[in-house]
């Protein structure tokens, strides 16, 4: 069963504390406000003023010429790889890669694009050696290998920058061009304390995804050069991804851009609290805003059942249980989740 996965049952008991991801945050009152007072016109016509001060916005702050606005981030990741590679060429990735593992391989089924899935080193990097071997021979037996992704974080852990040079470096030496998913890029610039600009100008696309952890209920934002971000403006449409009237769920991007960045720096601190919390009654890793926890015994129905009691609610019933930290996890829900796993595992 994987991360996705949740308790079937109703909740007795209201729930205070949703660790599940970061994904399901509620928009606050002041977001609600600027989408709601958003200046909007039909984006397909390039009309939305507030989608193209989103773009604009996140181009430049990452060091990009363009940008593009996105239903998610399953999408902006297809979009990019598909304005990276033709039918036929491939795209060099991590095994336990978003790209890899949970997008349902998209770029193969849609795109006629190979993905070669290589081991990913403890640290979530690709080693600049397993790169080098994976680029294939100019021979007409193989794909063509065209790109190589990288994802910051990886499983919370946010990958150091010479890490992800390196690897960029092994890429660009074999001819590739290189691609983030950046789903939590904002998490990893916290994290390792560098700009903006210092991780995403490593890459030639990054995906940034704007219901991670900022709070926004929709959207990813795909940056790069661009010539490719016309032609992932095309595959947009041809997906279904064109939108018309969207700069009311631009405007919740800009405001969780301008208010719920520095803030995460606190579901960082608030994890940490978690994980030392937890350190007595099992094994925890903790990185950035997520937490890893195996209980003696595992993590079984009976304990997200004791959870949802207490008004905790946690992912699917594996081995070990992911625990994200995000802006609607108060401190009084934090101590509930302590309580509730103490309680139960103590």
């Known amino acids: 069963m994987n991360q996705y996965a949740a308790l079937k049952e109703a909740p007795a008991v209201p729930i205070i504390c949703d660790l599940r991801s970061d994904t399901v945050t509620s928009p606050d009152a002041a977001m609600r406000a600027v989408m709601a007072n958003a200046e909007v016109g039909d984006d397909v016509y390039g009309e939305d ?24 981030g399953t999408q902006s990741n297809l979009v990019g790889l598909l304005g990276h590679c033709a039918r036929g060429e491939e795209i060099i990735t991590g095994r336990d890669y978003h790209i890899w593992k949970y997008e349902a391989a998209g770029a193969s089924v849609l795109g006629g694009i190979a993905l070669d899935p290589q081991p990913v080193a403890q640290d979530g990097a690709l080693e600049p050696d397993i790169i080098r071997a994976a ?3 100019d021979d007409s037996h193989h794909a063509i290998s065209r790109l190589l992704t990288l994802e910051n974080t990886h499983n919370g852990m946010a990958v150091p920058l010479e890490r992800c040079q390196a690897a960029a470096e092994a890429a660009r030496d074999a001819g590739l061009s290189v691609h983030l998913d950046g789903a939590r890029f904002f998490n990893a610039v916290e994290a390792l304390g560098c700009s903006e600009t210092d991780l995403a100008g490593i890459f030639d696309t990054v995906s940034i995804c704007l219901s991670k952890g900022l709070g926004a209920p929709v959207g990813s934002v795909l940056v790069g050069p661009r010539d490719l971000i016309d032609r992932a403006r095309r595959w947009r449409k041809m997906l279904g ?20 960045v520095e803030r995460l720096a606190e579901d960082r601190m608030r994890a940490e609290r978690l994980g030392q919390a937890l350190s007595a009654y099992g094994d925890v890793s903790q990185a950035t805003n997520m937490v890893f926890f195996t209980p003696k015994g595992g993590v079984t129905p009976g304990l997200q059942q004791h959870m949802a009691s207490n008004g905790v609610r946690l992912s699917g019933a594996t081995g070990t249980t992911r625990l994200v930290l995000h802006k609607d ?3 009084a829900g934090l101590q509930a989740a302590i309580s509730g796993f103490e309680t139960y595992v103590g």
Do not use: M, P
């Not at 989103?54 to 998610?72: H, N, P, W």
């Not at 991804?241 to 719920?260: D, P």
């Open 49 to 72: 003023a507030t989608v193209n001060r989103l773009e604009a916005t996140l181009a430049e702050r990452l060091g990009k010429e363009a940008g593009l606005f996105l239903t998610s």
């Open 135 to 137: 680029v294939k021979e």
């Open 241 to 260: 991804g064109g939108t018309r009237q969207a700069g009311v769920l631009a405007a919740a991007g800009l405001h969780a851009l301008s208010n719920n």
């Open 329 to 331: 996890i108060t401190d």
